[in-house]
């Protein structure tokens, strides 16, 4: 039986197959969904080749997807994608530009 090596050691992150961290979750997740999504087709009652296509379809797209993903921003890219949206597109000053400068009155 294959054996495989997932923590590489204290403190680092967790990686199996150069996946790394939060892309392991999306993976798996991704092919739970398909999986369950296949067996709900099926016992709708569409055709099994539909099925089956639509699963290995969709199993493969998860896949190439995370691992595009994985390559292209790394290991916390996820993070930093979900976080630009907190981060307001520009800022509004509604200040004079002496009291900026420092020539005006402040209370």
């Known amino acids: ?3 495989f090596e997932i923590n590489k ?4 992150s967790v990686e199996f197959k150069g996946l790394k961290s939060q ?11 398909m999986f369950i999504l ?6 709708v009652g569409l055709n099994p080749y539909i099925c089956i296509v639509t699963g290995m379809g969709g199993a493969i ?3 190439w997807k995370t691992f595009l ?3 292209k ?3 916390h890219g996820l993070m930093k994608i979900a976080a630009r949206k907190y981060h307001p597109r520009y800022l509004i000053n509604r200040k004079r ?3 900026l400068i420092g020539k005006g009155r402040t209370k």
């Open 1 to 3: 039986m294959a054996q």
């Open 9 to 12: 050691g204290v403190g680092r």
């Open 23 to 33: 892309y392991l979750f999306l993976f798996a997740g991704g092919l739970l969904g």
């Open 38 to 43: 296949t067996a709900v087709l099926y016992l």
């Open 61 to 63: 797209y998860i896949v």
């Open 69 to 71: 993903m994985n390559k």
């Open 73 to 75: 921003y790394g290991e």
């Open 97 to 99: 530009i002496g009291t």
